[in-house]
């Protein structure tokens, strides 16, 4: 129930603002604001505010890089700098080669959002229960769920990237070198 209102909260403001801004809604919520000072406050404080976050967000990628790639052997500095200077160049990487902000919000919303919602609760549950899924309508269900919010998210990121590399393709030859 919970997913469901959460789905038609989101469905209902997308609608409001696109009937709101059908037209001049832009894909970064940032620039629909007007030039001001206050404005300024706002941007500078958004940008130290993922300044500041992000040491919170590199900690646990690399934690999980550490564990899937070395799972079995023991901590070590020199592969901790290491991990944490490989995520800060792929970071810095994706930010060169997609400066389009509402194109990385999109592709992060539709990858991890129907992975958080979608696919590792029936992971966990398929895991857990021990009744082959032949004879559990549950094992069923979640695993219709765990295709459905799989294709819904892959189609999705399909989607904005399509979008993303069409954009590119109608921009000059000078401006993507």
């Known amino acids: 129930w919970s997913l469901a209102l959460t789905a038609l909260c989101y469905l209902f403001s997308g609608f409001?603002?696109?009937?709101?801004?059908?037209?001049?809604?832009?894909?970064?919520?940032?620039?629909?604001?007007?030039?001001?000072v206050l404005v300024d406050v706002l941007l500078i404080t958004t940008a130290v505010s993922i300044i500041l976050s992000f040491p919170v967000i590199v900690w646990p990628a690399r934690i999980s890089t550490d564990r899937l790639l070395f799972l079995d052997r023991p901590e070590s500095y020199l592969r901790f700098v290491l991990e944490a200077v490989g995520i800060l160049a792929l970071s810095f990487l994706i930010a060169i080669a997609v400066p389009s902000f509402s194109t990385v919000l999109g592709l992060f919303g539709s990858l991890t959002n129907t992975t958080?919602?979608?696919?590792?609760?029936?992971?966990y549950f398929l895991k857990i229960d021990p009744t082959p899924w032949r004879v559990s309508r549950m094992k069923q269900a979640a695993i219709a769920l765990l295709v459905i919010g799989s294709t819904a998210g892959l189609?999705?990121?399909?989607?904005?990237?399509?979008?993303?590399?069409?954009?590119?393709?109608?921009?000059?030859?000078?401006?993507?070198l």
């Not at 696109?18 to 629909?32: E, Q, W």
């Open 155 to 176: 189609i999705s990121a399909g989607i904005i990237t399509e979008d993303y590399i069409s954009s590119l393709t109608n921009t000059t030859i000078g401006y993507v």
């Open 116 to 123: 958080i919602g979608y696919v590792l609760p029936p992971l």
């Open 16 to 36: 409001v603002g696109v009937f709101t801004y059908p037209t001049t809604a832009k894909g970064n919520v940032l620039n629909n604001f007007p030039e001001g």
